[in-house]
C-alpha cells in the first residue's frame, strides 16, 4: 500500500495536558511513524461542552502505509493507555487523537469519518491546521486550509503559545 500523510489533531485538558501531547507525539513516533510536520502548541477554549477547562491542541502529520482503520485502531489504543475514559461527548480527557486527514481520501462509516466531520466548523482545528498546511485542498469541500478559516464562523479562543 502507497504511505498517505496523515494528519492528526492532538487535545488534552486534564492533568498536565503539555506533557500528555508530548506522550501521545512518542508512542505516534512508536507505533505509526515519525512527525513529519507539527504545528504549534496553542491553548483553546473548550468546544461542544463549554463548561470544562481550557484545552491545548496541536496538529501532527506523519506518513503511514497503515489503511484508515489501522490508524484509527492504534491512536484508540494510545488513548486507552493513557487513561482516556469515554463517558460523554466532548467531556474533559487527558488526551484526544483525532485523524483530520488520511491522504485525500473521504471515508464515512460507522467507526471513522474522513475528513473530520467538525474541522471546518472549529478555529482550534483549522488555526493550527493552517499554520502547517495553508493551501491543503479540503477532499469534500474543495477549498484550502486558509478559506475554511476566513469562512469559520467560530469565535473560540485560540492562543499560540
Known sequence: MEAKIVVLLLGSNMGDSLACLKTAIHHIENRLSPIIMASS???TAAWGKLNQADFY???VAIKSNQTAN???TIILGI???MGRERTEKWAE???DIDILFYGN???DNPNLKVPHPYLHTRRFTLIPLQEILPQYIHPTYSKTIDTLLDNCSDAGKVEKL
Do not use: F, H, S
Request: glycine share 0%.
Open 70 to 72: 489501522e490508524v484509527l
Open 93 to 95: 480527557r487527558v488526551i
Open 41 to 43: 502548541l496553542y491553548k
Open 79 to 81: 488513548e486507552k493507555q
Open 57 to 59: 491542541n496541536q496538529v
Open 105 to 107: 481520501d473521504t471515508i
